[in-house]
């Protein structure tokens, strides 16, 4: 009877514990994936010369005028 | 007399039903007809439009020799001989088959592990599967602008390279010939990767728990019971995804248009960038075609290969056999 009782508790227990390993994995894949969006998102705060300067660092002054254009755009 | 009756109004009654049963077939076959007509006419057209007339017209343009503009000039088999005798033709073939092992070999373990690793119980895994999903969104023209520009010399992976100390390996990602298919390959599976894991991930939670655990209480260790038991039971899913990224990598065009244009040198030029290159840009387009129709022959072949080897087993009685058949 016990067992029984047990059953369904014991199925929704964790098959795979997640290990720090598993973090440091996930952790890279977010940075592989998320790298190269986050670089668009914020070189579009920055003038071609910033980006040209020093592509790895981030908007010093921060560039409104890009997105502004863009979205005031009309042939966009 | 009542019997006669009854005989007479029986055989008339059942007159009246074998003439109602002939109408109402006659009625239900027009209607299935009609039924057919609606509703195969519209996608038979669009597929006929779309699909089968663009071939034709290819097969009959690949026979002539046209520049776009004058009239066309019959030449026979000759562009057909002189695409497969191109040795650039040959090294796009060659670049194509490259990327289709690659993708196998490097693809599939890589999404596989992926897959197994979302399907953990951890910590922020919806948003994780939200963030391994982003580069699929979007569109392959963004993709490939945002790698030009990542890839630039002294861009920002050359700089992130140098940041870390491994600024030995910078190299000329894209003007390079020896490297440039194998940066693009890069470039293709940090697009595509998540539509392998997405797949694997739905394969996985296909997968009954009670599965595993009677595994496991058999003695199997994580890796026996992934390997004789996980493996064969994502198999269908693994023969689907691999039909569907050896075909696309078969048809890599976007990626390769963009950043590259097929060179340095036809270093990345694919099956499908080249016909486009001889097409458009140097106005042979009876060449073109001809080289177009060689590539969809190769597709076409390996498609029917593989529907009649690997898929047969998921798809029969789907698609194999007619319904009620």
Redesign the interface.
Known sequence: MATVAIGPRRRRRRLCPATPLTYAAALAIVAVTVLPLLFVVLGGFRTTAQLNISPTGLPHPWVWSNYRTVITSGSF | MIEGTGLTAGSAVSRVAREATRACRRRSGRRQRLELTLLLGPGLVLFVGFVLAPIVVAAYYSVNRWDGFGPLQYVGLHNYRHALSDPVFQHAILHNLIIVALTLAVQLPLSLA?AM?L??????RAF?RL??F??YV?SEAITAV??L??L?P???V???LR?VGLGGLVRHWLADDGIVLYTLFVVIT?KYICFGIILLLAGLQGIP??L??AAKLDGAT?WKSTRHLVLPLLAPTIRIWSFLSVIGALQLFDLVWIMTLGGPANASTTMASYPVDRGFKRYEFGYGNAVAVVMFAICFVFALTYQRFALRRDTAGAVTRMVGA
Do not use: K, S
Not at chain 2, 119 to 124: L, P
């Open positions: 992926l690793l399907n953990r119980r951890m910590r922020g994780l963030i391994v982003a580069p979007l945002v790698w520009l990542i630039q002294d861009g920002f050359d700089e992130l940041a940090w728990d009670e595993r655990e994580p």
